[in-house]
């Protein structure tokens, strides 16, 4: 499996599509590489007040996928603050993106929190449309 590199123009934009990737694949494979794009191998994971593991989180998503036929992903609110070079000891940040700037790829750090609304379409249930809503806030730092 070799991952997507997915360049943005933003921070926000970077942590969009790869929620987005995440909650519209429809394949395991898909939605496998999605995950391991965007979340490191040693993140920390809070849910409802409860801290799980990544694997805990990755099975959690994937449950709530379901059957899943097709997903639309809207960003209700995003807020976004760059990491300062002159700020460094206000903002240690640990999130980066690789973005595109000017023909070239830079990486960016900083910190981002989005806020996501997913409408998960699974396979019909005796013949009636089934989905399921997702709404979740995801801080990266």
């Known amino acids: ?10 921070l926000s934009d ?9 909650f519209q694949a429809t394949k395991q494979e898909a939605f496998d590489e999605a995950f391991e794009a965007f ?3 040693h993140t920390e994971i809070t849910v409802n007040g409860k801290k ?6 990755k099975e959690q998503i994937g449950n ?3 059957q899943e036929i097709s997903a639309t992903v809207h960003f209700p609110g995003v807020v976004e603050v760059p990491a300062s070079s002159n700020n460094s ?5 640990n999130t980066s993106a690789v973005l595109q700037t000017d023909q070239s790829l830079v990486q960016v750090d900083g910190i981002v929190a989005v806020f ?3 409408t998960v379409y699974l396979k019909e249930v005796d013949g009636r449309p089934n989905a399921r809503i997702v709404t979740a806030s995801h801080t990266l730092v």
């Not at 799980?52 to 989180?57: F, G, L, N, T, V």
């Not at 000891?89 to 940040?93: D, E, M, N």
């Open 1 to 10: 499996m070799s991952a997507q590199l997915i360049v943005a123009s933003s």
């Open 14 to 22: 970077w942590a969009e599509a790869h929620i987005k990737a995440i």
């Open 39 to 41: 979340f490191a191998k």
């Open 52 to 57: 799980i593991s990544r694997a805990q989180y």
């Open 64 to 66: 709530e996928k379901g």
């Open 89 to 93: 000891t206000v903002w240690h940040c």
């Open 116 to 118: 996501t609304n997913a």
